[in-house]
């Protein structure tokens, strides 16, 4: 399984942008994805995650400025950053919790990070 992100750069304060991740390879299903950024300096940190069912989970400081959503058919999941802030400046990864086959454990994957720069 691969997930490829896509999407970052960099916007001024105020501003939108939208990431992208997309899962490849062979899998049975997938339970969640989700973003994360980790900022300079800083640890990782979640940011928004979404199961197969749709049930959401936002870290407190994007709440109401960021909006995950996914597509079950395709296998991928979007992260809609509205009111970008400087402070939501980090380099943004994309992780996936997918079962490879019917009665497997799940296993987690990352893929690579892209960079969100918001300016002041």
């Known amino acids: 399984v691969q997930l490829q992100a896509s999407g ?3 916007v001024q304060t105020g ?8 899962a ?3 899998f049975f299903s997938i339970k969640v994805m989700g973003w994360y950024r980790q900022a300079p300096g800083k640890q990782r940190e979640l940011v928004a995650t ?12 994007v709440k109401g400025r960021f909006t995950i959503s996914r597509d079950n058919a395709k296998n991928t999941a979007s992260l809609q950053m509205n009111n970008l802030k ?14 490879r086959s019917p009665g497997s454990f799940a296993e987690g994957i ?9 300016s002041s």
Do not use: F, H, M, Q
């Open 110 to 118: 990352w893929g690579r990070g892209t960079l969100v720069t918001v």
């Open 15 to 22: 501003g939108s942008l939208r990431l992208s991740c997309a």
């Open 86 to 99: 400087p402070e939501d400046t980090a380099l943004y990864s994309c992780k996936t919790i997918y079962v």
């Open 8 to 10: 970052g750069g960099l």
């Open 24 to 26: 490849s390879g062979t």
């Open 50 to 61: 979404i199961e197969s069912d749709g049930n959401t989970n936002y870290a407190d400081s």
